[in-house]
């Protein structure tokens, strides 16, 4: 059973870091993308970024380019989220998520094709 642990988030001032943890239990990587979501206040969920395990590239949502930045751990099965520059429309609940079975020329965003998630951690920030 495919298991998603998060760690991380919390609360920041406007322009602080957070890095979030998200580990993969019970399946191989193989085909797979994992990534992150964030649902806002009173918003549906929305994608932040992702990354094709088979060679590591990474993608992002348009507002989040240069201040976030995805990464993992191959061995360990984790993704990470560094948030840089964080600001107030950034405050909201971030998930955790997966899919297998990603063909090499596609990269997913819709939350609907992700089928496995996270419990969410709250990242909130305010001065």
């Known amino acids: 059973q495919v298991q998603l642990a998060e760690s991380g988030g919390g609360l920041v001032q406007p322009g602080g870091t957070l890095r979030l943890s998200c580990t993969a239990s019970g399946r191989t990587m193989t085909k797979s993308v994992m990534g992150w979501f964030r649902q806002l206040p009173g918003k549906e969920r929305e994608f932040v970024a992702a990354?094709?395990?088979?060679?590591?590239?990474?993608y992002y949502m348009e507002s989040v380019k240069g201040r976030f930045t995805i990464s993992r751990d191959n061995a360990a099965k984790s993704v990470f989220l560094m948030m840089n520059n964080l600001q107030s429309e950034d405050t909201g609940v971030y998930f955790c998520a997966a899919k297998w079975g990603v063909i090499t020329s596609h990269y997913p965003q819709a939350a609907a094709e992700f089928g496995y998630w996270g419990q969410g951690t709250q990242v909130a920030v305010s001065s």
């Open positions: 990354l094709k395990w088979e060679n590591g590239r990474p």
